[in-house]
């Protein structure tokens, strides 16, 4: 089993849909989770960084993180054409692991 | 702002050619990291750095070796490149340990025919 699993998509949506993606993890240890934004030909920045139980939120993104169930979730509210790029969640055990990234489609 | 560059955004090279993947950061950082990036498999750790002339390996370092002579550069080199080495590399760096945030760059796209 991997210890970081994320459906790769692609997900395509409308211009205003709520989008919601995902990752499962294995290691019930882990206590600090990232969300990354890869634009096309670009390296990953950091999108949001959330440590332990519970929800945060920055403007339209909001992650929110339930160890219960050892499951991550970043949601997007009022999708725009510009947040159309692959999102990679991490998690950090002693070292930063990555899944293999949800490819998001956001059609105008 | 950070900023983490890359000698090159595309690379095409031979098999067994001596092949080096250059990165340079600006901020001072302490932490460097090499990944591989490919379809299916997401991001893989080769080697990281966590001061001038030290080296760790990461998950995937068969075939590569790292060298960090100055704290702003860390250069990735594959002794031998085969056509299994063909993926995009990102470089990233980070203030802390490997707990602190990375900062990426934007990656090189190498080929090996």
């Known amino acids: 089993q991997k210890e970081v699993e994320q459906d790769p998509g692609p997900l395509s949506v409308p211009e205003g849909a709520i989008v919601s993606l995902n990752c499962t993890y294995s290691?019930?240890?882990?206590?600090?989770f990232m969300w990354y934004r890869q634009y096309s030909r670009k390296g990953p920045e950091l999108l949001m960084y959330t440590y332990s139980s519970g929800n945060k939120e920055d403007g339209r993104f909001t992650a929110q993180v339930d160890k219960s169930s050892k499951y991550i979730s970043l949601f997007i509210r009022d999708s725009q054409p510009s947040d159309s790029a692959t999102y990679l969640c991490a998690i950090l055990g002693n070292k930063l692991i990555f899944g293999t990234g949800t490819l998001l489609a956001v059609q105008p | 702002d950070v900023k983490v560059t890359q000698s090159s955004r595309y690379l095409v090279k031979r098999t067994g050619e001596k092949v080096f993947l250059e990165c340079v950061q600006d901020?001072?950082?302490?932490?460097m990291f090499w990944y591989r990036q490919d379809p299916g498999l997401g991001l893989r750790l080769i080697y990281f750095s966590y001061d001038v002339k030290m080296k760790e390996k990461g998950d995937i370092p068969e075939g590569y070796s790292v060298s960090r002579e100055k704290k702003e550069r860390f250069s990735l080199i594959l002794e031998s490149a085969s056509t299994n080495q063909t993926s995009m590399y990102l470089c990233?760096?980070?203030?802390?340990?490997?707990?602190?945030?990375?900062?990426f760059g934007p990656g090189t796209r190498l080929t090996v025919l």
């Open positions: 901020m001072d950082h302490e932490n």
């Open positions: 990233a760096s980070s203030l802390g340990g490997i707990t602190d945030t990375q900062y």
């Open positions: 290691n019930s240890a882990f206590q600090y």
